[in-house]
């Protein structure tokens, strides 16, 4: 087995600026959330910290899930390829990219593995599906998904496995019901995406981009700081087009049979690569206070003398953090105390408390925030009550940071000579566009990795970028991931 060679970061020592993918790979390794150097491409190890992170993202959307009836499932991983041939379409257009799995001594490969949730689940919603009565089914489940990619592989990204990758699927009795499911998730994704302090831009695909048949999509896009758009999970309103390949019929009050009409919604760990990405630093990641693994760092500082009178008062610190419900952590090992800064630091970790000596005899307390690098001295009376404000405060200014950071990034084109010129100055490009499959696939390919990808949800009045006819649409353009 061949893997491409991989270098092993032990310290951060690029700038985000200089060299936005390199620097990305040395803080993923460095601050202990993946090892990438598992033989397999594509695959990579969640290390505890890394997972504790994205099991936080996970609660948080178990949570609003299930608060909307939404159920948790488990479909199998092992997909029948008779099932996956259902829907012709998708077949062949994901038979290339899947995994076929075969027994051994079998010249023929009967199962792929989940490239999707639809082949698993479909055919069972025809077996669940008989009456009115059955309807409406909500369920999700929060699984890897598997595609052979072929291209470069970036971890969190594009990758072989598709880790803790959560889809919604749900099936209703009419086209209105469907509609209000639709809007609920975008409410859930609005919360999602505010937990993680990012703003997502929200783009339609045109028709011809969406499955035949279906009604619609929206797709959720991140603008990362080097311009580039990266796709960060979609939102499905697949009509009748699914159900009628699946077989998913009820029969109605008169006994009359009809398809069902279905939605389904997905999104993964791309949530957490944009968050390293759009909020980190040159000193690594920057945790959003609602995710972040640890929200304050204990790091008393102290010597041979006054050790146990140091650490006594941390640990009684510690505890009283913990029941109050903020996720703490004690670091009481015993290296140099700027060692032990620069590790929480790469980890993002919102607050570190700095206890020494002297601030115990006098009742203070130094906390240092990571987003501003600020030390703030408070008295130990008020620890409680300064460390919410501080983590509030953290994230509201990660969250304006975000939407800064897009409209700083995001600039109007009148021409495509001006697209040109956005994309070389690493930002993304908005345009008019009049709505024409031929203009789009125009604006699409002005360069290699160039596309418009999608439109506001809004419509707008002016001109097109290719055609100066009138127009409705403001298109998105960008490298994208
Ligand atoms: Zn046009």
Not at 262 to 288: E, F, S, Y
Not at 353 to 369: C, F, S
Not at 390 to 407: G, T
Request: charged residues 30%.
């Amino acid at each position: 087995m061949k893997k491409e060679s991989i270098e092993q970061a032990n310290e951060l020592n690029i700038k985000k600026e200089e060299d936005l993918s390199k620097w990305y790979n040395q803080v993923l390794q460095v601050s202990e959330l993946i090892d990438k150097r598992y033989i397999v491409k594509g695959c990579y190890v969640w290390l505890p910290y890394g997972y504790k992170a994205i099991m936080k993202i996970k609660k948080i959307w178990d949570k609003l899930f299930q608060e909307a009836g939404i159920q948790e499932t488990y479909f199998p991983l092992l997909v029948p390829v008779e099932y996956a041939k259902q829907n012709d379409q998708w077949f062949n257009g994901f038979k290339e990219e899947a995994f076929w799995v075969k027994g051994y001594n079998k010249e023929k490969a009967d199962y792929i593995l989940r490239p999707t949730g639809e082949p698993a689940m479909y055919p069972m919603f025809a077996l669940w599906t008989r009456t009115k009565n059955d309807l409406p089914i909500r369920i999700y489940e929060t699984v890897s998904s598997f595609r052979h990619e072929t291209k470069h592989t970036i971890p969190l990204i594009r990758d072989r496995e598709i880790t803790v990758w959560h889809e919604i699927h749900t099936v209703h009795a009419t086209k209105e019901e469907a509609e209000k499911e639709v809007e609920l998730h975008i409410k859930l994704n609005n919360q999602i995406w505010e937990n993680l302090c990012l703003e997502p831009l929200r783009v339609k695909k045109p028709q011809w981009e969406c499955f035949p048949g279906a009604v619609g999509a929206i797709e959720y896009y991140s603008i990362i700081p080097n311009g580039k758009a990266m796709e960060n999970g979609s939102l499905n309103n697949l009509g009748q087009a699914y159900a009628k390949k699946f077989n998913i019929k009820f029969k109605d009050e008169q006994g009359k049979e009809n398809y069902a009409w279905q939605v389904c919604t997905g999104n993964g760990a791309r949530l957490l690569a944009a968050l390293i990405l759009i909020h980190g630093d040159d000193k690594g990641l920057i945790m959003p206070p609602k995710i972040a693994p640890i929200q304050v760092v204990l790091t008393p500082i102290f010597n041979k003398d006054n050790k146990n009178k140091v650490l006594k008062k941390a640990d009684e610190l510690n505890e009283l953090l913990k029941k109050e419900n903020i996720r703490a952590h004690l670091d009481n090992r015993e290296i140099p105390v700027g060692k032990k800064f620069y590790n929480w630091e790469i980890k993002g970790i919102p607050i570190r408390i700095e206890l020494g000596l002297k601030e115990i005899e006098n009742n203070k307390i130094t906390l240092a925030n990571r987003l501003t690098s600020e030390k703030t001295q408070i008295k130990e009376d008020n620890l409680i009550k300064e460390i919410s404000i501080m983590l509030d405060s953290i994230h509201n200014s990660l969250y304006e940071n975000c939407k800064r950071l897009n409209k700083k990034l995001t600039k109007e084109a009148l021409s495509l000579k001006e697209v040109e010129n956005i994309i070389k100055d690493k930002k993304m490009a908005k345009v008019s566009w009049c709505g024409s499959n031929k203009c789009w696939d125009k604006i699409k390919k002005i360069t290699d990795g160039i596309e418009l990808f999608g439109t506001d949800l809004k419509q707008s009045k002016g001109k097109c970028i290719i055609c100066k006819e009138n127009s409705n649409e403001i298109g998105y353009v960008a490298n994208t991931y």
